[in-house]
């Protein structure tokens, strides 16, 4: 069989997309130069019509032609699947018929978030900076590959099968033997001759289950460290402030190395590392319940004891692997990538976290606290923490592109993970061996790897602009 | 301020002993030397044999025993063989007659062990390899630091502006891609057949001859995640300080704009991305190992993998010892710095 195009049908259009393209990189050097000598005319108290009209065009220039180029990528993206055939509707058109459901949850996501944005808060707000809204797609996006293809909507073929004679094949080639099988591997085959398309978005999942949970975690115990540190002083904040300089100061990589390998797993460290890490978001719950409803007896007791057994129940199940009802396990593996993680992000939680609470420490309102008898924990995580949330879900945001990037080097370094999984990282590790004669099996996990993270950056980028509004 | 640097000398030594213990206590845990006595034997040892081995090898003593040899601060180990009489001590170097080995011998006394994988002297692998290393984060600065400052100003003069935002933009891209990802992406465009095939998909000839072929590509890759970083710091930076009354009373004065950046806020701006770069020297510590893992390039990085890889505990712990130093000393220079950068900072 022919190989798949990458536009198909839509192929009319390729002269005009690459020529919009060229077009566009000539208008923006246009318009930075253009800008600049108007900028600097200004300056010196010398406007001079015609450079500022120039630097005009160039700008209006720039934005026509992104929006014609967007508006290919529309019709690429709708036409693909409005395509009648796999042939009409090329390797664009068929993976994007394939992404249906993603484009459907995106747009209802976006449809609810838009129309009810004045009654979200903060998360509605979002709507209002362009920055975050095209950040927040983009996550949006992965969220959705990832979950959608672990329920296995999306994917082509099975991400571990290998297919004879498909190795290293191009993007679009048609497998050998078609019964019953996807016909073509969209993306190409990689080294082992497997379906690169399936395994970016398996990948995906990967990612998506463990990055924000990592997060999530290093925060709690960043917080709970962090808060106390600041809020007491003394020999508390010397004693946590040495211990996470000292995590800060060894090289990452050496870490992983050191807390990853075969050798250590075996001697059970990193359980117990998780048995510590673990506990602290239980302790977090318990405290922050506590401090809270420690007046209301009866409601604390209730909410004291859902909260433990819960906790405890998943405790036992994620760090111990000893769920007494056998719900919960936590693959061995997959613990230790995770309390690597969670171990070397923490610190730097606690020096933010540290940072914002002494700071906020001094304002009259937590005076006022003081003076009305409230216990210092109350004070510490429903007066300052409070406070403290907009630099926080910023830097949480931040924080999950900084932990995929850290769950990328671990896979690239073949750390932790199977080495069948199809992580990203652990998929560029194999791709790059061929780099330069067959990128596209590291190219696409590459690609996928750096739209997540900038989406997460961008979507930072958003919210600090718009909690700085406030 | 002679107090100060002495006290901060003195936390990174205590922080420096609290390190190398923890490489020293995960390395030397049972399962990694068992792994090491079979690497080292062969690997069919029996569970005797390899007992004997680590206990011939002095790896059989308790943790701070070893510890303290390895500093130098106790008598290093020897053993004698019960039924051959054999004497292996730590001390002996090659060839030498172990009876005449010397007391002590650690990092205090300038030894700094034997590497199991490359069968050379530590020291002389850390030398050679650091060098080369020098030679590429060398390079790295020279590209990353003056692009990064200019993005960071010419963004920050003027917050809002066209050019603030597409500079920014490029910045944020650039802390979005990791090396592994934007050396993949380079190597494609500019190394392969499939790209424009003008320089080289590995720098390993770089380490005796660098040319831009060769040298390009990875000084770019390592120098690419860290702009963006420091430009945002920069732009930051210069932002606030244009906006300072200073700065708008020198505008009303009449200073044209281009001499109110260049004299007035440049010079104040710099201080904080100052301490950024020096605090930037961890994370490119880390961008030199995978890049010199992506790119083949034997340098420290490298070492740091194969020491890692192989459990080679005396170069792991030389090689963690020369890390921490930098990472604790750039903190430090960053500190005495912002001191003198920034007068009105004063230190009791």
């Given at each position: 069989m022919e190989p798949l195009t990458w536009t198909g049908g839509l192929s009319v259009l390729d002269p005009v997309f690459l020529l919009a393209w060229v077009a566009l990189g000539i208008a923006v050097v246009a318009q930075i130069v253009a800008t600049f000598l108007a900028a600097e005319d200004i300056v010196e108290h010398e406007v001079s019509a015609s450079t500022r009209k120039m630097a005009e065009y160039a700008v209006l220039g720039v934005k026509i032609i992104a929006g014609l180029i967007l508006l290919l990528i529309l019709v690429y993206v709708v036409g693909g699947i409005l395509?009648?055939?796999?042939?009409?509707?090329?390797?664009?058109?068929?993976?994007?018929t394939r992404l249906l459901p993603v484009w459907i949850a995106l747009l209802a996501t976006f449809a609810v978030s838009i129309a009810f944005k004045r009654r979200l808060g903060l998360y509605g707000k979002l709507f209002d900076s362009m920055v975050g809204m095209i950040g927040f797609a983009i996550v949006m996006f992965w969220v959705f590959t990832a979950i959608f293809g672990a329920m296995d909507l999306i994917v082509t073929h099975d991400p571990l099968a290998q297919v004879s004679g498909m190795k290293n094949k191009v993007p679009g080639t048609a497998l050998p033997d078609v019964e019953g099988a996807f016909p073509y591997y969209l993306l190409g085959g990689d080294n082992l001759a497997r379906d690169v398309f399936s395994r970016v978005v398996k990948g995906a999942w990967e990612v998506v289950k463990v990055a924000p949970f990592a997060t999530l975690f290093a925060f709690m115990v960043g917080i709970t460290l962090g808060l106390p540190a600041a809020y007491f002083g003394g020999r508390l904040d010397t004693i946590l402030s040495f211990v996470s300089n000292l995590i800060l100061a060894f090289p990452v990589i050496l870490l992983f190395y050191l807390l990853v390998t075969p050798e250590i797993v075996q001697t059970g460290i990193p359980v117990y590392m998780a048995a510590v890490l673990f506990i602290f978001p239980i302790i977090f719950m318990v405290i922050l319940i506590n401090s809270r409803f420690h007046v209301q007896p009866v409601k604390r007791s209730v909410y004291l004891v859902i909260t433990l057994?819960?906790?405890?129940?998943?405790?036992?199940?994620?760090?111990?692997?000893?769920?007494?009802?056998?719900?919960?396990?936590?693959?061995?593996?997959?613990?230790?990538?995770?309390?690597?993680?969670?171990?070397?992000?923490s610190p730097t939680v606690f020096r933010i976290v540290r940072g914002i609470a002494l700071d906020i420490k001094t304002r009259d309102y937590v005076a006022a606290g003081q003076t009305r008898g409230e216990g210092p924990w109350y004070i510490m995580l429903w007066e300052i923490l409070p406070n403290a949330r907009g630099p926080l879900i910023v830097d949480f945001c931040l924080r999950i592109g900084y932990t995929t990037i850290l769950l990328g080097t671990l896979g690239f370094f073949g750390l932790g993970l199977s080495p069948e999984s199809p992580d990203w990282g652990s998929t560029i590790n194999d791709g790059r061996k061929l780099l330069s004669v067959f990128p596209h099996p590291a190219l696409a996990p590459a690609f996928s790897l750096m739209s997540l993270v900038l989406g997460l950056n961008l979507l930072a980028d958003g919210l600090r602009e718009e909690s700085l509004r406030d | 301020?002679?107090?100060?640097?002495?006290?901060?000398?003195?936390?990174?030594?205590?922080?420096?002993?609290?390190?190398?213990?923890?490489?020293?206590?995960?390395?030397?845990?049972?399962?990694?030397?068992?792994?090491?006595?079979?690497?080292?034997?062969?690997?069919?040892?029996?569970?005797?044999?390899?007992?004997?081995?680590?206990?011939?090898?002095?790896?059989?003593?308790?943790?701070?025993?070893?510890?303290?040899?390895?500093?130098?601060?106790?008598?290093?180990?020897?053993?004698?063989?019960?039924?051959?009489?054999?004497?292996?001590?730590?001390?002996?170097?090659?060839?030498?007659?172990?009876?005449?080995?010397?007391?002590?011998?650690?990092?205090?006394?300038?030894?700094?062990?034997?590497?199991?994988?490359?069968?050379?002297?530590?020291?002389?692998?850390?030398?050679?390899?650091?060098?080369?290393?020098?030679?590429?984060?060398?390079?790295?600065?020279?590209?990353?630091?003056?692009?990064?400052?200019?993005?960071?100003?010419?963004?920050?003069?003027?917050?809002?502006?066209?050019?603030?935002?597409?500079?920014?933009?490029?910045?944020?891209?650039?802390?979005?891609?990791?090396?592994?990802?934007?050396?993949?992406?380079?190597?494609?465009?500019?190394?392969?057949?499939?790209?424009?095939?003008?320089?080289?998909?590995?720098?390993?000839?770089?380490?005796?001859?660098?040319?831009?072929?060769?040298?390009?590509?990875?000084?770019?890759t390592i120098s690419l995640y860290g702009v963006g970083y420091i430009a945002r710091m920069t732009r930051a930076s210069m932002t606030e300080v244009m906006t300072a009354q200073y700065i708008r009373t020198a505008r009303l004065k009449g200073v044209s704009f281009r001499n109110v950046v260049l004299k007035h806020a440049l010079r104040n701006a710099l201080i904080a991305p100052f301490t950024v770069i020096m605090l930037q020297f961890p994370w490119l510590l880390n961008g030199v190992v995978i890049v010199e893992t992506l790119f083949n390039y034997k340098g420290f990085g490298w070492v740091l993998v194969q020491a890692a890889g192989n459990n080679d505990i005396s170069l792991l712990l030389a090689c963690s010892v020369v890390a921490v130093v930098v990472v604790l000393v750039t903190q430090l220079i960053s500190d005495i710095g912002y001191v003198f950068l920034n007068p009105r900072i004063q230190i009791s």
């Amino acid at each position: 069989m022919e190989p798949l195009t990458w536009t198909g049908g839509l192929s009319v259009l390729d002269p005009v997309f690459l020529l919009a393209w060229v077009a566009l990189g000539i208008a923006v050097v246009a318009q930075i130069v253009a800008t600049f000598l108007a900028a600097e005319d200004i300056v010196e108290h010398e406007v001079s019509a015609s450079t500022r009209k120039m630097a005009e065009y160039a700008v209006l220039g720039v934005k026509i032609i992104a929006g014609l180029i967007l508006l290919l990528i529309l019709v690429y993206v709708v036409g693909g699947i409005l395509m009648p055939t796999l042939e009409a509707k090329g390797i664009v058109g068929t993976v994007s018929t394939r992404l249906l459901p993603v484009w459907i949850a995106l747009l209802a996501t976006f449809a609810v978030s838009i129309a009810f944005k004045r009654r979200l808060g903060l998360y509605g707000k979002l709507f209002d900076s362009m920055v975050g809204m095209i950040g927040f797609a983009i996550v949006m996006f992965w969220v959705f590959t990832a979950i959608f293809g672990a329920m296995d909507l999306i994917v082509t073929h099975d991400p571990l099968a290998q297919v004879s004679g498909m190795k290293n094949k191009v993007p679009g080639t048609a497998l050998p033997d078609v019964e019953g099988a996807f016909p073509y591997y969209l993306l190409g085959g990689d080294n082992l001759a497997r379906d690169v398309f399936s395994r970016v978005v398996k990948g995906a999942w990967e990612v998506v289950k463990v990055a924000p949970f990592a997060t999530l975690f290093a925060f709690m115990v960043g917080i709970t460290l962090g808060l106390p540190a600041a809020y007491f002083g003394g020999r508390l904040d010397t004693i946590l402030s040495f211990v996470s300089n000292l995590i800060l100061a060894f090289p990452v990589i050496l870490l992983f190395y050191l807390l990853v390998t075969p050798e250590i797993v075996q001697t059970g460290i990193p359980v117990y590392m998780a048995a510590v890490l673990f506990i602290f978001p239980i302790i977090f719950m318990v405290i922050l319940i506590n401090s809270r409803f420690h007046v209301q007896p009866v409601k604390r007791s209730v909410y004291l004891v859902i909260t433990l057994v819960l906790g405890l129940w998943i405790y036992s199940g994620v760090a111990w692997n000893a769920d007494p009802l056998g719900l919960i396990e936590f693959p061995p593996n997959l613990l230790v990538v995770f309390v690597s993680v969670v171990f070397v992000n923490s610190p730097t939680v606690f020096r933010i976290v540290r940072g914002i609470a002494l700071d906020i420490k001094t304002r009259d309102y937590v005076a006022a606290g003081q003076t009305r008898g409230e216990g210092p924990w109350y004070i510490m995580l429903w007066e300052i923490l409070p406070n403290a949330r907009g630099p926080l879900i910023v830097d949480f945001c931040l924080r999950i592109g900084y932990t995929t990037i850290l769950l990328g080097t671990l896979g690239f370094f073949g750390l932790g993970l199977s080495p069948e999984s199809p992580d990203w990282g652990s998929t560029i590790n194999d791709g790059r061996k061929l780099l330069s004669v067959f990128p596209h099996p590291a190219l696409a996990p590459a690609f996928s790897l750096m739209s997540l993270v900038l989406g997460l950056n961008l979507l930072a980028d958003g919210l600090r602009e718009e909690s700085l509004r406030d | 301020m002679g107090v100060f640097i002495l006290r901060r000398v003195g936390v990174m030594i205590l922080t420096a002993l609290c390190l190398t213990f923890v490489v020293f206590f995960l390395t030397n845990l049972y399962p990694a030397l068992e792994k090491l006595a079979k690497t080292q034997g062969n690997q069919r040892m029996s569970d005797e044999a390899v007992v004997s081995y680590l206990e011939r090898h002095g790896h059989l003593q308790p943790l701070l025993v070893k510890y303290g040899q390895w500093l130098g601060v106790v008598p290093g180990h020897v053993h004698e063989n019960p039924e051959t009489g054999a004497i292996t001590a730590r001390c002996a170097t090659r060839g030498m007659d172990p009876s005449e080995a010397p007391r002590f011998c650690g990092l205090l006394q300038g030894d700094w062990g034997f590497s199991t994988v490359f069968k050379d002297d530590v020291s002389n692998i850390i030398a050679v390899r650091l060098g080369l290393t020098g030679k590429l984060m060398f390079w790295v600065l020279v590209v990353m630091i003056p692009s990064a400052l200019v993005i960071g100003v010419l963004a920050g003069m003027r917050e809002g502006s066209r050019m603030d935002r597409s500079l920014s933009t490029f910045s944020i891209a650039s802390t979005a891609t990791p090396e592994y990802v934007s050396g993949v992406i380079l190597i494609t465009l500019l190394a392969s057949s499939a790209g424009w095939k003008i320089f080289k998909g590995t720098a390993t000839s770089a380490a005796d001859n660098a040319t831009l072929e060769n040298f390009l590509l990875p000084v770019l890759t390592i120098s690419l995640y860290g702009v963006g970083y420091i430009a945002r710091m920069t732009r930051a930076s210069m932002t606030e300080v244009m906006t300072a009354q200073y700065i708008r009373t020198a505008r009303l004065k009449g200073v044209s704009f281009r001499n109110v950046v260049l004299k007035h806020a440049l010079r104040n701006a710099l201080i904080a991305p100052f301490t950024v770069i020096m605090l930037q020297f961890p994370w490119l510590l880390n961008g030199v190992v995978i890049v010199e893992t992506l790119f083949n390039y034997k340098g420290f990085g490298w070492v740091l993998v194969q020491a890692a890889g192989n459990n080679d505990i005396s170069l792991l712990l030389a090689c963690s010892v020369v890390a921490v130093v930098v990472v604790l000393v750039t903190q430090l220079i960053s500190d005495i710095g912002y001191v003198f950068l920034n007068p009105r900072i004063q230190i009791s």
